[in-house]
T-cell receptor
Framework: KAGVTQTPRYLIKTRGQQVTLSCSPI?????VSWYQQTPGQGLQFLFE???????NKGNFPGRFSGRQFSNSRSEMNVSTLELGDSALYLC?????????????FGPGTRLTVL | KNEVEQSPQNLTAQEGEFITINCSYS?????LHWLQQHPGGGIVSLFM???GKKKHGRLIATINIQEKHSSLHITASHPRDSAVYIC?????????????????FGRGTQLTVWP
């Protein structure tokens, strides 16, 4: 069974631009969660999607948004990029809700904002 | 305020030593996760537990719900165990401003095992 895949793996953008990251979960998994990891803040929860509905959202500004498609693939979008958005963005999938199910992480997308 | 505290922040050991990493949390939880992150960023889920103890190979995770504390033990440590170990919890209620259903993470413990 293929693991969680994320594209692209690396991305360089400039301030003010927007970016879309993609995550394909393990086949059959219905939950996709997104996380931001920075050296200063560690891992932080962005949001979780389950059956195309956002189930939970972390404490991030509205510039961070996401969606999930009927095939459970998910995208997250960051608009009006700021330098502080430079981070490793990880997605994880689980069979059901992430909080009480084992999560399987993708390799991450490393975003650099110049 | 951090719902999850890990200790130590950094840990160095010689190959073969017994390792313990601690995680304390301040809210009621439905589950606690232990994660391993290798250089380069890849994260692997090691354990998810809500009570008692789980064992997988040389790794053992325990949790004491009453004391709000969990430990991750590595027996006979090996250089390939060198990684960051992260504890995460899921609160059971909107306690002290936390949100139901989402994970809160510790800052991680950097483990280095020398041959």
């Amino acid at each position: 069974k293929a693991g969680v895949t994320q594209t692209p793996r690396y991305l360089i953008k400039t301030r003010g631009q927007q970016v879309t990251l993609s995550c394909s979960p393990i086949s059959g998994h219905r939950s996709v969660s997104w996380y931001q990891q920075t050296p200063g803040q560690g891992l932080q929860f962005l949001f979780e999607y389950f059956s195309e509905t956002q189930r939970n959202k972390g404490n991030f500004p509205g510039r961070f948004s996401g969606r999930q498609f009927s095939n459970s693939r998910s995208e997250m979008n960051v608009s009006t990029l700021e330098l502080g958005d430079s981070a490793l963005y990880l997605c994880a999938s689980s069979l059901l809700l992430a909080s009480v199910n084992e999560q399987f992480f993708g390799p991450g997308t490393r975003l650099t904002v110049l | 305020k951090n719902e999850v505290e890990q200790s130590p922040q950094n840990l160095t050991a010689q190959e073969g030593e017994f390792i313990t990493i601690n995680c304390s949390y301040s809210v009621g939880i439905s589950a606690l996760h232990w994660l391993q992150q290798h250089p380069g960023g890849g994260i692997v889920s090691l354990f998810m537990l809500s009570s008692g103890k789980k064992k997988h190979g040389r790794l053992i995770a325990t949790i004491n719900i009453q004391e709000k504390h969990s430990s991750l033990h590595i027996t006979a440590s090996h250089p390939r165990d060198s990684a960051v170990y992260i504890c995460a919890v899921c609160p059971t209620s909107a306690d002290r401003g936390s949100t139901l259903g989402r994970l809160y993470f510790g800052r991680g413990t950097q483990l280095t095992v020398w041959p």
